[in-house]
């Protein structure tokens, strides 16, 4: 399935929280593991030999790193330090590597969260060719240095887009690695009322509208859920009123005790609209388990 992990490590213990999860990947895939760190410009902070210094500790630290998880992963590892932006340096390494999973520990809940996500993850899913799978440790607990999660419930929302259908097929590919079963879900918004409340009858209207837009959300999800069956997979499904799509994501997540939640991404421009719209960004920063981002190659930017 992959062939090449990128994993994103800038020294901290936090970063390296990603670890467990690649290497796990790594063994049960085969796929080489290529370790970076990227040097952000600091102009107004630099010192004559700075550049010089930074490049030797990031090396030694790669070098540390590569010790500690020796005989840990299914394929070649490697490592490159970088000097640039690191949304820039990262998709351009990715590219040139021929990357097809990266995966970074990001700050989900908590007060780091925009701090961290805003300037880096949130900034890399929004150009990412490739799929990401962002880990979201305990902020407060010592990050794990082995894999003790499992994937028993994979979370997939879908909206009836082919989009979301061919995260879908990614998604399952994913899971089949750790034999995962499925929850498919599709959030349903309120409806707009189309008259006066103190119409007669546009209540009951608009109960009918929502009514309708539930069976027919449920019948599109059990449709997937039986091609899925028919391959030996085990899924189930879930249609959830929510006002806010991302809200309703969480809920369902938390619902069902998801292990991760996977959905699409769609251009350079944003998080794809046809999933999730603006909602996006919440399910980015409320999520507390894994989640697996993935944009077709062949989706066109906005």
């Known amino acids: 399935m992959y062939k ?67 005989g840990k992963a299914g394929g070649a590892v490697t490592h490159a330090v970088l000097s640039g932006h690191t949304v820039e340096m990262l998709q351009g390494e990715c590219e040139s590597k021929g990357v097809d999973l990266v995966v970074m520990a990001s700050h989900g809940r908590g007060t780091m969260s925009r701090m961290w996500l805003g300037s880096v993850a949130d900034g890399f899913v929004r150009q990412a060719t490739v799929p990401v799978l962002l880990v979201r440790p ?78 027919g959300a449920a019948e599109y999800l059990e449709a997937h859920a039986e091609n899925m069956r028919r391959r030996g997979l085990r899924v189930t499904t879930s249609v959830a009123v929510d006002a806010q799509a991302g809200h309703g994501v969480l809920s369902e997540a938390e619902a069902v005790g998801a292990d991760m939640v996977a959905m699409a991404t769609h251009g350079r421009t944003g998080l794809s609209r046809a999933i999730l719209g603006s909602a996006a960004d919440k399910v980015l920063r409320g999520l507390h388990v894994p989640l697996l981002l993935h944009r077709p190659t062949d989706v066109q930017s906005d």
């Open 4 to 70: 090449q992990i990128l994993i994103s490590l800038d020294g901290s213990a936090f970063a390296e929280s990603s670890l467990p999860l690649a290497l796990e990947i790594s063994r049960r895939t085969g796929a080489g593991v290529h370790l970076v760190t990227v040097l952000e410009p600091v102009t107004s902070f630099a010192y004559e030999g700075w550049e010089g210094a930074a490049v030797e500790w990031s090396n030694a630290y790669l070098e540390d790193v590569l010790s500690r998880i020796e």
């Open 138 to 215: 305990d902020e407060e607990a010592e990050p794990a240095t082995t894999f003790d999660h499992s994937f028993e419930t994979l979370l997939v929302p879908l909206d009836g887009s082919e989009l979301s259908e061919r995260a879908l097929e990614h998604s399952t590919e994913f899971g089949e690695l750790f034999d995962s079963a499925y929850h498919l879900t599709r959030i349903v918004s309120y409806p707009v009322d189309i008259a006066s409340p103190y119409l007669p009858h546009t209540a009951q209207l608009n109960q009918q509208i929502m009514e309708d837009a539930k069976k």
